[in-house]
Antibody, heavy 120, light 106 residues
Framework: EVLLVQSGAEVSKPGESLKISCKAS????????LGWVRQTPGKGLEWMGI????????RYSPSFQGRVTMSADKFAATAYLQWISLNASDTAIYYC??????????????WGQGTVVTVS | DIQMTQSPSTLSASVGDRVTITCRAS??????LAWYQQKPGKAPSLLIY???SLESGVPSRFSGRGSGTEFTLTISSLQPDDFATYYC?????????FGQGTRVDI
């Protein structure tokens, strides 16, 4: 079974750093683009960026460039999303999701269960 | 940045109705568009990719059309399980964006 399993809910204080994870199983992790999506009640779904785990090529939305870092450990089949300094506006649910096509970017067919991040 | 404008934001319908949701891109995105269904407390679920390709396992009452800047998602005969929120999603290798969502309710 193809799965993306995300790390558990986090509660952090403003200014703290945080790294959440997304572990893949059931497919070749290195040859599918993986995206990160933020969801807040006020702004719906927001595209944060994509990463190709095979070579860690990462592309960011201008809205998130410089605020977060995407990375991937191909040996652990795990992707990460990291903040150096959180603020209250980072409070949201964060999803990782896999491209429907091998090697080529497409819609996201497999989603993680979401990680709730609360900054307060 | 490419902006995606989805309409309507809310749609009231009945079981058996034909329902169409529209998504417009601020510039041409060729066919790089997907549609998702999301239910409360759950992750989105892929319905359509490449504007008109039906994801495996998705009922055939869902269909997508369009290219360039205008796209539609149609549910041919609304079923009770279809009451949910729907999002369009533009993707390419340098940018991406979601529409604001359309809530389909009774």
């Amino acid at each position: 079974e193809v799965l993306l399993v995300q790390s558990g809910a986090e509660v952090s204080k403003p200014g703290e750093s945080l790294k959440i994870s997304c572990k893949a199983s059931g497919y070749t992790f290195t040859n599918r683009w993986l995206g990160w999506v933020r969801q807040t009640p006020g702004k719906g779904l927001e595209w944060m960026g994509i990463i190709y785990p095979g070579d860690s090529d990462a592309r960011y939305s201008p809205s998130f460039q410089g605020r977060v870092t995407m990375s991937a450990d191909k040996f652990a089949a795990t992707a990460y999303l990291q903040w150096i300094s959180l603020n209250a506006s980072d409070t949201a649910i964060y999803y990782c999701a896999r491209s429907v096509f091998p090697s080529v970017l497409g819609g996201f067919d497999i989603w993680g269960q979401g990680t709730v991040v609360t900054v307060s | 940045d490419i902006q995606m404008t989805q309409s309507p934001s809310t749609l009231s319908a009945s079981v058996g109705d034909r329902v169409t949701i529209t998504c417009r891109a601020s510039q041409s995105i060729n066919r790089g568009l997907a549609w998702y269904q999301q239910k409360p407390g759950k992750a989105p679920s892929l319905l359509i990719y490449e504007a008109s390709s039906l994801e495996s396992g998705v009922p055939s009452r869902f269909s997508g059309r369009g290219s360039g800047t205008e796209f539609t998602l149609t549910i041919s005969s609304l079923q009770p399980d279809d009451f949910a929120t729907y999002y369009c999603h533009h993707y390419n290798y340098y940018s991406g964006a979601f529409g604001q969502g359309t809530r389909v309710d009774i």
